[in-house]
């Protein structure tokens, strides 16, 4: 029987969670490297035993930790994430120039084919790619040095490329997203890129409107669609449906349309989840109860799935790396707090569990859909 | 042999459950010293000092002989009882906590 496995990265370790199709027993592993921040766990849809994680420190700085038995062993390897060429700058909180500075790797996107092959994407925002699992990483340039790379500027959680997403039907489409610069394509295997903010609007910036500086929070996708792109905004539930070319909004009647994860049903491409927060100052649920909300029109009509999620008294977040979907049938959607639950769902949102509630402050969860 | 204290999370990193003993030809200095120990220990290489400039990281401190010697400059010669073994060169992650 198949089953999932759940990668799970916190503040202070990473945890794996495994269960059987059915996803109603848990299995927990961890914590694996404790004590360190863990922000982010993937595996090669090539070889699903074979996992990458990003393991940071504010004191000992960056370690990339590989495991090749499904994350029962690790073996730390390249952590050398050198600009290439003088980095130059860009803007700092206050508008003056900046020199850029590697601090951490915010998210791994491993290729569909090949398990050696890895994109990072990392703070100070820059994209790298390694081809022989992990010992060596370089940067693809290209993104980081676009004419309009000396005016992106930090979000308040640091200037992270946090988002990758490669187009499962276009050879060498990527989509990238910065906080806070904004979304960006190439179609060349990033030798390449444009921004692909049109449509957006944000009223935290002067021109809201402009080219780039739009603190995008998460890209999702559906990889029988890869055209259409679904974007949680810092404010504004956005879409597309020509690769990024352009964005309407689609935030319908949600509560709030602020928020930071968003998620595609494996099957159904017009069936999306997001996370509403009550605001860019408060950073929790409206109301103090944890609502997912599922669209089933590709936006603009939400519903509220609160069935086994905390209803009262909650004021958790949900971080933009930590919600993932499995590709079982029905499909399960799952989200980590930053109160250390994990809560999953076996019916595409309909009913929900706590896998896990004591967790360290949950950074990313991945779902592995295991043969 | 040079003894080098390292935090916990260090030693964790180096799969050591205490000090480490090095050896470290010609003078001592702070810069031998940590040569040594990443050549000895390559997974400790950008945790202490970055990997390219050499420059310590904000949060790490150097201790030695009741000494703060992390503003000392890299090639500038340790204490002789470093040298000597007699005292470990301590390498120290900032308190921080709350």
Known sequence: MSGVRLLVGTRKGAFVLTADGRRRRWEVSGPHF?????????????????????????????????????????????????????PGTHQWYDGTPHPWE??????????PADPDTVYAGVEDAALFRTTD??????????????STGARWQPGAGGMCLHTILLDPARTGRIF????????????????????????????????????????????AMNRARPGTLFMQKHWDVMRSDDGGDAWREVSGDLP??????IEVHAHEPETVYVVPIKSDSEHYPPDGKLRVYRTRTGGDEWEPLTKGLPQRDCYVNVLRDASSV??????GIYVGTTGGQVYGSADAGDSWTAIVRDLPAVLSVEAQTLP | MIVVAL?????????????????????????????????????LRGTIRDQVTHKRRPFIRFFACRRDLSHEPPDAPLPDAVATGAEPFMVVGAIAGG
């Open chain 1, 133 to 146: 699992g992990g010992k060596t990483w370089e940067e693809l340039s290209a993104l980081r040095t676009h």
């Open chain 2, 7 to 43: 935090p916990t999370h260090l030693r964790t990193l180096a799969q050591v459950d205490d000090d480490v003993a090095l050896e470290v030809s010609g003078t001592v200095t702070q810069g031998a010293v940590l040569d040594a120990l990443e050549a000895a220990y390559p997974v």
């Open chain 1, 34 to 86: 404790g004590g360190w921040e863990i922000y982010h766990v993937k595996g090669s849809p090539a070889e699903p035993n074979r996992l990458y994680a990003s393991q940071t420190s504010g004191w000992f700085g960056q370690q990339v930790q590989r495991s090749d038995d499904g994350g029962r062993t690790w073996t730390p390897v390249g952590n050398t994430f050198a600009y290439d060429g003088v």
């Open chain 1, 176 to 219: 990238v997203a910065i906080s806070a610069a904004g979304a960006f394509r190439s179609d060349d295997g990033g030798t390449s890129w444009r921004p692909i903010n049109r449509g957006l609007k944000s009223t935290i910036l002067p021109e809201p409107e402009a080219e780039v500086g739009h603190c995008v929070h998460r890209l």
């Open chain 1, 102 to 111: 590697f601090k951490r790797v915010w998210h791994f996107e491993p290729s």
């Open chain 1, 326 to 331: 499995d590709a079982l049938d029905p499909c």
């Open chain 1, 256 to 261: 709030t349309d602020f928020g930071f994860p």
